[in-house]
């Protein structure tokens, strides 16, 4: 069975430019999270995603931060434009069952967003 | 607000030798606790769990932690730790609504292990 997947692995843009970040979680599963992690600080929650809708999208910084899931497959998550601050490793997880505190997330490896 | 504090940012033992990681949470309800490890280009992997019942757990890999509700605490531990176990590891909380649940990580403890 295919884990998560994000794409790419690794960007480096210049500040201004735009950035789009893609995640394919694992196939049939209905929720889908993107996290963030900043230069050795915790991994902090942007959105969650009940197969296409938005369910939580507390967590995104501003309005630079676009996600998207088309058809409840694949998610994106767009900045534009990207500032300094947006650097750092965005995590995708998803995970089988809708609702409930005890489900485990699978991760993907992240993406590595440097902006100069 | 519900947080997680992992006050060792890193921490190194020697192979062999037993390993403990400090958790503690701030939340005002029944907490779902989790331990993550993150090896180096990978992504986040669950070691363990705990929701209710027995308070301590075993996880994978031969790791277990220990629920503390009076000192808010779920350190992980493990009694023999091998080279392989050089990762990253958090600590996390997963909050609950109707629609859903977020997860709320620490900052996350460094492991090195040395020969």
């Known amino acids: 069975e295919a884990g998560v997947t994000q794409f790419p692995s690794h960007s480096v843009i210049e500040k201004g430019q735009t950035v789009t970040l893609r995640c394919d979680p694992i196939?049939?599963?209905?929720?889908l999270y993107w996290y963030r992690r900043v230069m050795g600080k915790e991994i902090k929650f942007l959105l969650h995603?009940?197969?296409?809708?938005?369910?939580?999208e507390s967590g995104m910084p501003n309005n630079r931060f676009l996600a998207e899931r088309t058809g409840g497959t694949y998610s994106t998550l767009k900045v534009q434009p990207a500032e300094l601050e947006d650097s750092g490793v965005y995590f995708c997880?998803?995970?089988?069952?809708?609702?409930?505190?005890?489900?485990?997330?699978?991760f993907g490896s992240g993406t590595q967003l440097s902006v100069l | 607000a519900q947080s997680v504090t992992q006050p060792d940012i890193h921490i190194t033992v020697s192979e062999g030798a037993s390993l403990e990681l400090r958790c503690n949470y701030s939340?005002?309800?029944?907490?779902?606790l989790f331990w993550y490890v993150q090896s180096p280009g990978q992504g986040l992997q669950l070691l363990l769990k705990?929701?209710?019942?027995?308070?301590l757990v075993q996880g994978i890999k031969g790791f277990e932690a220990e629920f503390k509700r009076s000192q808010s605490s779920f350190n992980l531990r493990k009694p023999s730790v091998h080279w392989s176990d050089a990762a990253e590891y958090f600590c996390?909380?997963?909050?609950?609504?109707?629609?859903?649940?977020?997860?709320?990580f620490g900052a996350g403890t460094r492991l090195f292990v040395k020969a």
């Open positions: 995603f009940v197969k296409e809708s938005k369910q939580d």
């Open positions: 996390a909380v997963g909050l609950g609504n109707t629609g859903g649940f977020k997860t709320i």
């Open positions: 939340y005002g309800a029944t907490p779902y």
């Open positions: 997880a998803s995970s089988p069952r809708q609702g409930g505190t005890n489900e485990k997330l699978f």
């Open positions: 196939s049939g599963h209905d929720n």
């Open positions: 705990y929701f209710s019942g027995d308070t």
